[in-house]
């Protein structure tokens, strides 16, 4: 296979491999920017003396939600026990953070 066809075959997929390549770069800086702000917030609120669960619950369903597509493509069972562990977390978060602010 030529250099020809290679380059024939990638305008033929329509993928633009450097809007991928941006997007991907793009979700890299904006976990670190959620796990920033988490810790901030986090920090904040034991500082404070208040409950953690919003922000724990945004954590958990966020780990949930990255790791089921790693588990569907790998199919390696610690993304599923991470998918499952992440959204059993989050909901316990919701509901004690629901609980927290009716009382």
């Known amino acids: ?5 290679v380059l024939e075959r990638s305008r033929a997929e329509k993928v633009d491999e450097g809007m ?11 976990e670190i920017a959620f796990c920033g702000v988490f810790i901030f917030i986090t920090l904040f609120n034991f500082l404070k003396g208040q409950h953690n669960y919003a922000p724990m619950a945004m954590l958990w369903a966020f780990l949930a939600a990255e790791s089921y597509p790693k588990y569907q493509f790998s199919k390696n069972k610690s993304y599923l026990v991470a998918t499952i562990a992440g959204t059993v977390a989050s909901i316990a978060s919701l509901v004690s953070f629901v609980i927290s602010n009716l009382g």
């Open 1 to 5: 296979m030529n250099k020809e066809d």
């Open 20 to 30: 991928q390549e941006a997007e991907n770069r793009g979700r890299r800086i904006g």
